[in-house]
């Protein structure tokens, strides 16, 4: 049980263990997660897609110990899934089937009465957007149709655990806007709680209240978003021209400098100000940007893996 300052866990796994043949997919990983919308994040082949085959119970892992909602997946999988939403990386539904009758068919899986599950199919369907097409083939549809429908598919029951698996994958950047907000409006609205496996950094600073970082099977940062961007702020610098020569000025100076193009990047002080803004003078080029900036979702990522 967590202490009592601390919220319920939705997911617990203590030193968890999965090989395919002598591939190794998950070594020994340790992972809290808490209400609210969690970002899994990893590059492709982290381990994310096999840690939720393991929520699901539709695999069985080789060694450690795993409850979702308060159960074992392994022994209680019929359980633990009546209890989650998933939506699943791949694309390939059944094309003949109309939206409302395949979402209603999961509904039913998930045993809702049928009356209810067609209810739910069509209130689940106008909730992510595909209200008027609802009649329509799934394989007729495009590929963000086909990601609302999967959601649709997820929620309709009412799940207390919504799993997405790369939910944005094949979408452009409209769709995936429009995607993350309405993700982020069935977690916070619905009080659904949800996690989303993903490789975009971006997507878990949008919407997600916490993250857990996972490369080579094994989690190597986790904790709320918050508390993961507390840490040394620095000062954005962005010139018209020479940015080089900027660099180059203020590392002599003893200033550490991260430079990217015409951006730099510098530990904030009181007398960093001053340097950047008589280098910048002396050098006689147009400043289009002095700003401060925390620490980003990107910057916990890099020194993760360092």
Not at 8 to 17: G, L
Not at 99 to 108: G, I, M, P, S, W
Not at 164 to 169: M, N, V
């Amino acid at each position: 049980m967590p202490p009592e300052n601390q919220p319920p866990r939705v997911i617990s796994a203590r030193k968890v263990v999965k090989r395919y043949g002598r591939a190794v997919a998950l070594g020994g990983l340790d992972a809290d997660i808490g209400p609210g919308i969690t970002g899994l994040l990893g590059s492709n082949g982290a381990g994310k897609t096999t840690f939720i085959s393991l929520a699901l119970g539709l695999r069985s892992r080789d060694d450690g110990e795993l409850l979702v909602l308060g159960q074992d997946p392994a022994t209680s999988g019929i359980e633990v899934r009546s209890r989650i939403g998933y939506s699943p990386e791949h694309h390939e539904l059944p094309a003949e089937l109309a939206a409302t009758d395949f979402v209603r068919h999961l509904a039913e899986m998930h045993l809702l009465p049928r009356r209810a599950a067609v209810q739910r199919a069509n209130d689940a369907l106008w909730l992510v957007g595909l209200g008027e097409e609802r009649f329509r083939p799934v394989g007729l549809m495009s590929t963000g149709q086909r990601q609302r429908v999967k959601l649709a598919a997820a929620i309709a029951h009412d799940p207390e655990l919504v799993l997405l698996d790369e939910p944005t994958d094949g979408l452009d950047p409209m769709q995936r806007t429009e995607m993350l907000a309405l993700i982020r409006r069935i977690g916070t609205e619905f009080g659904m709680n949800i996690v989303l496996s993903s490789h975009h950094l971006e997507e878990a600073e949008r919407i997600c209240d916490a993250v857990v970082i996972v490369e080579g099977g094994e989690v190597v940062r986790a904790g709320t978003l918050a508390d993961l961007r507390r840490g040394p702020e620095g000062l954005v610098v962005e010139v018209d021209e020479r940015a080089d020569e900027l660099a180059s000025i203020l590392t002599a100076r003893g200033i550490e400098v991260t430079h990217d193009e015409a951006v730099l990047m510098i530990p904030a002080s009181d007398e960093v100000y001053d340097e950047v803004r008589d280098a910048v003078a002396g050098l006689g080029v147009g400043l289009r940007r002095l700003e401060p900036r925390g620490r980003t979702l990107e910057d916990v990522y890099l020194g993760a893996g360092a």
